[in-house]
């Protein structure tokens, strides 16, 4: 049996012919005088005839998700899925026979509650939609290098491990290393922006980390930052405008990789309008008829800015630029005309932050004075804030969670149903 | 002043224009009637001729590494680098005159020792060698990803916070979970197995921890691990292939990518052969002359034989199987006709070890068997082993540590040159 493997989606292509497919047995249908074995591959499913009686008596005795290697003939069955299905085959095991999964994959929809499926999450990715939603996400991953790799951006991957903590003191993970107190980097913030310095243009993709006491469906202890720092910068709106050929980029690719996926999601794919609708942050507030002294947008705030960028001008995607720099991180550079006012951004994505960027300070002097302002010291940011004593341009940058991302393209509510093995104040397996 | 950002590698399409450049002083010279300004931007360097006193003085009171905005007229003269320079320039500062750098980046090298280079790395990694050694680790890790994406590998992202340790206990940061026992994960070994049996072909770029407590040139507490998985192989011979294609496509797309640093580091490409040279453990042994009851290769052994596969087999790659069973990690699948051997390898690179993979156990029943040997318990794997009762197929897949690849890429020496912030026992900043 030297014949190459058949991917299941490619037996259209085949008909006549004896193929080799391998994959799982997705589902059997014992019927009086028939049995039909749905085999699943990594390409999609297959519609497998068993006719005769010692081999129909074989598969009774594999149960669901028992990987095997089926041999047989392609015809052509307009009644079949994919108009094909393969003939008088022989069914070889290539495991053992598999135990009765936790979750009966087979069906459209997986018919267990989030817990059940998350304590089973090697299994329970295999059920197509599952699959769908995380082929989903890599092809955004895959857009979103592909868009920035074009623009000459370059990949970087910095440490994990940190001595001290580059953001607020709060959720940071403590570590013992080697006898010396570490911590986990909650993001790659000041790491991307002394590379700025170095090759003007860098993004990451790696995990960051945060003890996250909040037990809602938009938090996660460790997700996944796409982060992206740009130099020569004017201000915040040339970062906005990378963030929307990024987002383009990203929706592109779920088309060019995972169409199918889309198709089987039923995926409401976003326009991203080749301007994103941007409004001042005091502006927002007079939109949604919030008080004029609100430090920041309420989540009903937010919903409101998303019908009103859906209503107004097509968009799935708002952005609101100025928010007070008090409430904005240290590093953030203030409106020129108006230091009250901030040079940051958030993006809206169907009515819930998705992004937050800006442009951020590039003067020592400057970091020295935001740092007084707000009470805080020098201290942990020593050997960070050197570099801006040695020339850095004026540059701003973003964040995308890769899992909020695709919680949003999918709208699905909770973060864990789009992440692989999420970490959350309850759950550290599987 | 409207015009276009020009970069440095574009002056020479633009001969008798007035562009603007943007970058950093990368060195100043003054001479008696003319101070020429070599200026850095991402792409490289250009000259900038000032003859104007004032403009001369201005110059004189910028230190190095300052950045600047040079808008100025474009003439070829034979005698700059690259056959242009710019002339009569208006220089306009963007940022703080710079603090003179701990290091002079001007040099050919950098005149400092490794400490003090690592302890400077935000402004070190600005000097062109520096800058060209991650260039070429950037532009390999493009490569993993376009080869395995183009044979049908999906990307997946990991938790890098377990609850139990996944391989041997040593060398394992431990973390305060929320009041619970967690740790860092040492690799994604198990997670990318199961995924096996989701998508069947699955790799992952991330973060792995080891609290490696030996001081050597070789061992990081921190590093990027390259991690491949793939179903239905017929053995470990299988993953051999992916994996020289995928080192072909590294070393491809450091041409593709990033040709002008191999120049300037003068880097000695290797070639990979359509088959890499491969000898069994045994035969390994009885070459280099070691004892035939040797349960691993010496680093002598690995250079003698780096030596052979160069002079007999014109490659500088050259893979070992069939390690012993008992010295490899429980989950290796054993050579089916002799298990005291193991369909595991070893790819040595210029005669350092540079990759581990191999087969794995697929069976449930194995798993316990292979654990029970090692007289080890399941309780830290129950949570991983239970996906090998639902259907795993064979499969295997190997692990590549970036910073390894690209100090062998570049023969130097210590890892630590090719890891943007290393951490090791002593270094936890920058």
Chains 1, 2 share one sequence.
Not at 29 to 41: Q, S
Request: aromatic share 8%.
């Amino acid at each position: 049996m030297h014949r190459p493997r058949t991917l299941n989606h490619a037996l259209a292509t085949q008909v006549g012919e004896t193929v080799v497919l391998q994959g799982w047995i997705h589902r059997r249908r014992r019927l009086a005088a028939v049995t039909f074995v749905i085999l699943r591959d990594r390409s999609g499913l297959a519609q497998v005839v068993v006719k005769d009686a010692g081999t129909a008596q074989h598969v009774a005795d594999l149960g669901e998700e028992t990987v095997v290697a089926v041999t047989g003939r392609v015809t052509a069955n307009t009644a079949a899925p994919g108009g094909v299905e393969v003939v008088d085959p022989t069914i070889q095991v290539l495991s053992d026979p598999a135990h009765t999964p936790p979750v009966e994959l087979w069906r459209p929809s997986l018919p267990a509650s989030l817990p059940t499926v998350l304590d089973h999450a090697p299994v329970t990715w295999r059920h197509p939609r599952r699959n769908a939603t995380w082929r989903l996400a890599a092809a955004s991953l895959r857009g979103f290098r592909d868009t920035l790799l074009a623009a000459n951006f370059i990949e970087i991957t910095t440490p994990k491990l940190v001595g001290s903590t580059t953001e607020s003191g709060a959720n940071v993970f403590e570590i013992d290393y080697f006898g010396r107190q570490a911590y986990l980097a909650q993001s790659p913030q000041f790491y991307k922006q002394t590379m700025v310095g170095v090759f003007e243009r860098v993004f990451e993709v790696g995990p960051v980390f945060r003890a996250e006491p909040h037990d809602t469906v938009r938090h996660l202890a460790e997700y996944v930052s796409l982060d992206v720092e740009l130099g020569f910068i004017q201000d915040h709106r040339d970062v906005l405008a990378v963030l929307r050929d990024v987002l383009a980029g990203m929706v592109e690719a779920t088309t060019a990789y995972a169409s199918d996926a889309l198709d089987l999601l039923d995926v409401r794919l976003p326009v991203v309008p080749a301007q994103i609708p941007l409004l001042h942050f005091r502006d927002a507030l007079t939109l949604v008829g919030a008080d004029a002294d609100e430090p920041d947008l309420a989540p009903e705030h937010e919903r409101a800015l998303g019908r009103w960028a859906r209503d107004e001008h097509n968009s799935d995607f708002v952005a609101v630029e100025g928010y007070p720099t008090r409430k904005r991180a240290f590093y953030t550079a203030p409106q020129p005309d108006d230091p009250q006012w901030s040079n940051s951004f958030d993006l809206l994505f169907r009515g819930l932050e998705l992004v937050t960027g800006g442009q951020r300070l590039h003067r020592y002097a400057d970091y020295l004075r935001a740092l007084d302002e707000r009470g805080a010291s020098t201290d942990p940011y020593e050997s960070y804030l050197d570099v801006f004593r040695h020339g850095m341009p004026p540059h701003g940058g973003f964040a995308i969670g890769l899992e909020r991302w695709t919680a949003r393209l999918l709208e699905v509510d909770n973060v864990r149903e789009t992440t692989l093995f999420p970490r959350d104040l309850h759950r550290l397996s599987p």
